[in-house]
């Protein structure tokens, strides 16, 4: 029989069964797991199986080549603590789906794991939008893509970059890329060290770490980016989108 023990984070849960579920973890020593749970569907055990909760887990089987089965504890509910906040909810499913796709099994990636953990606590706090754009930009580098936001790819220089190339994800210095602006991807203040954001440099982050996300990681296996991540950008956009006509001249 094999087994261990270790904290994981639930990412999905797939009812199998009449009250059974497949639940998939990230933890960090066995990489994104999964596991059968006898109950997981049940009201017992439902609380137990939001997606972002903290478990302990259990996980045996006979053979390495088997599913196997949890048996998870309850250490931290982030689902009831943002369940009030749909942004913060919508965010906290989409980093666990983009988690739970971009993963392959059992490969161990402590650094993804860290840093969901880290996100997952920031949702507490007022700087969970740049949290969650971080998060995104440190899975893109653990998947081989990371982006190069330090210096000007035409020029070599580190002062006023506002862009980055959709192609290279390299940063564009605002001199370099003021005849190319509108092919380019806005960079946000937050992400050139500045300690200043609002809701419109997040939807810029959104756009930003989506882009290459989609066309460097979920295209190659001819997918989309996972729902929870287009209505987290999608609620932003229309959030934007609002204060913008409200701040029209002639708005009631």
Known sequence: MLEWQETGIILSVRPHGENGGVVSLLTENHGRAMGYVYGATSAKTRGVMEIGNIVSARWQAKASSQLGTFTLELEKSHAAAVMHDPARLTALQSACAIADRCLPEREKHPAVYAGLAALLDSFAGDLWGPSYIFWELGLLREMGFGLDLSKCVSTGAVDNLLYVSPKSGCAVSAAAGEAYKDRLLALPPFLRGEARFDDADVLDGLRLTGHFLLHRVFSLGNTNLPEARLRLEGRF????????????????
């Open 237 to 252: 956009s229309r959030k934007i989108g609002a204060l913008a006509d409200a701040e029209a001249p002639g708005a009631a």
